[in-house]
């Protein structure tokens, strides 16, 4: 077991925080984020698996890894219907603990220093809007690695990488000493963090967005209505993207969502956070002290 690290921040303790993968299929994939998750040198934060009606059986898989965590891994999951992204994390957000929330997707591993990062920096009133590397599924640890050793992607690995055509935007995975905010850049929805008030304030995600694309502008957007301040920073906040083929985007369907939004001023979700109803998902719980 790795031992637990002191939670503070410029003297100041600034836990808890919910962690929410967003996860379908891939349980390979999804334990390799699993141990990277487990081995942040931030510690008290709950995570919570967003399961969008994956095939797998992700319950081995989480209580073979409840242990490793403080707090218990939760699992919600609906009915597999296509892409629903949006509609799994309204109840991820639901049944959240906390007041803040990061949001990643399955196939974004976290540096060590990525949630400790996100508690760090984000402000009341505010999200974290953050980016990724590239990284080739073949470059990317074991499981077992990652847990002993952690993801070694550092800045000299990931410039070799690069010259081998292996690892793109490898800007965004150096880290500094020192964090440096960028200019509005948008939320990318597999790395960004928000106050759970901010997101029942717009009704969360729009669950009306089915099938991927335009969902993150579109929750952007909202927010931004709402009045809150979307920040990126650069050199802190750092996970790696294992690359795999690129999926279809259902650019029109979800553009035309997008564009009413925006000629309505629509800050709240019109299928959102208030539209859940007991018993329409599954929630597991995986306490890691009833599994040890």
Known sequence: MQPQQPNH?????????????ACYGDSDVVERNLAAFARQSFRDFELIIADDGSPEDYGPLLERWA?????????????????????????????????????????????????????????????LACRRVNVQRQDVPAVE???????????????????????GLIEHGIVLPVAYETSYRGILGSNFSAWKSDLEKINGFNAEFAGPGWEDTDIDYRLRLAGVKIRTLRHKI????????????SDTLNYERLAAVQAKQAMRATVGLAEIREGDFEHMIYDPKSAR
Not at 238 to 249: G, L, S
Request: net charge positive; glycine share 8%; hydrophobic share 40%.
């Open 9 to 21: 921040l410029n003297g100041q303790a600034r836990g808890p925080v919910t962690a929410v993968i």
């Open 145 to 167: 690695q990652i847990w002993q050793h952690g993801l070694q992607f550092g800045a000299l690995r990931l410039f070799h990488l690069w010259l081998r055509g292996r690892a």
């Open 238 to 249: 750092v996970e790696y993207h294992v690359e795999h083929p690129v999926r279809v985007i």
């Open 67 to 127: 242990p490793r965590f403080v707090h218990p891994i939760q699992h919600v999951r609906h009915e597999d219907l296509g892409f629903r992204k949006t509609r799994v994390l309204n109840r991820a957000v639901r049944v959240s603990r906390f007041d803040r929330l990061i949001f990643v997707d399955m196939d974004c591993l976290p540096h060590q220093d990525f949630v400790r990062n996100h508690v760090r920096y984000l402000e009341p009133g505010g999200v």
